[in-house]
């Protein structure tokens, strides 16, 4: 049995509930004045659909061919208030992903580059659609706690990321589900924007296939 978890802590620092009705220009529910702005190539874009007593937002589905796809993500402007160091963060969102929508990767929230620079990103990986937890720091080099468990049978779930100063982990629908040590020293402070249903709008943009909601980022 997966063992349940305790609230986050933290202060928010992101927030989106979607129920704006909107696809860009999206208020950051937390004060803080991160907007999300949409970035799209090849005709993609957000759709606003109905979820519980609100709305939430759907992404480009799967393509079936290799080239020309739609891509779309919703990005905030870069900012400091954004990036943990070495401070605790969680972040998470509700998700609904059907099997047949699945990938080698998906993401769904995610800040900075592992390339490039340092990293924390939620995503879905793989036919199975299993979700998973990355961070990546100079010098630490990339880490990720994988879940257990799939999300992609159709059915809303909630995922979130945690990390402590000594250890990350996954949570699905509020038990854990995966978890791995990593090194207190590994911070994460980049200049790249908050990134949401892919890291961009281009080819290679691990464009997630499903419908986000409630999206939130935690610091402290």
């Known amino acids: ?71 779309a993500a919703l990005q905030s402007a870069s900012s400091a208030a954004l990036n943990p160091g070495t401070r605790p963060i969680s972040f998470g969102a509700a998700v609904l992903l059907a099997r047949s929508q699945t990938t ?44 257990s468990v799939s999300v992609a049978d159709g059915s809303w779930h909630t995922v979130e990321c945690r990390r402590t100063p000594t250890a990350l982990t996954v949570l699905v629908d509020g038990a854990v589900r995966g978890n791995r040590a990593i090194s207190a020293r590994l911070s994460v402070a980049n200049n790249r924007p908050l990134s949401i249903g892919g890291k961009g709008a281009y080819a290679d943009n691990d464009q997630f296939h499903g419908i986000i909601d409630d999206v939130w980022v935690r610091i402290g």
């Open 104 to 147: 080698r990767g998906q993401n769904i929230v995610q800040k900075g580059y592992s390339s490039t620079s340092s990293q924390y990103k939620l995503q879905i990986d793989g036919a199975a659609g299993n979700p998973s937890c990355v961070f990546h720091g100079a010098g630490t080099g990339l880490k990720i706690a994988r879940s």
């Open 1 to 71: 049995m997966a063992a349940a978890a305790r609230a986050a802590g933290g202060t928010f620092v992101a927030r989106y509930t979607f129920d704006g009705g909107r696809t860009s220009g999206i208020r950051d529910e937390s004060g803080r004045g991160h907007t999300l702005r949409l970035i799209a190539g090849n005709g993609g874009t957000v759709r606003v659909v109905p979820h519980r007593s609100g709305q939430a937002l759907r992404f480009p589905a799967k393509c079936r061919t290799t080239s020309n796809c739609p891509h």
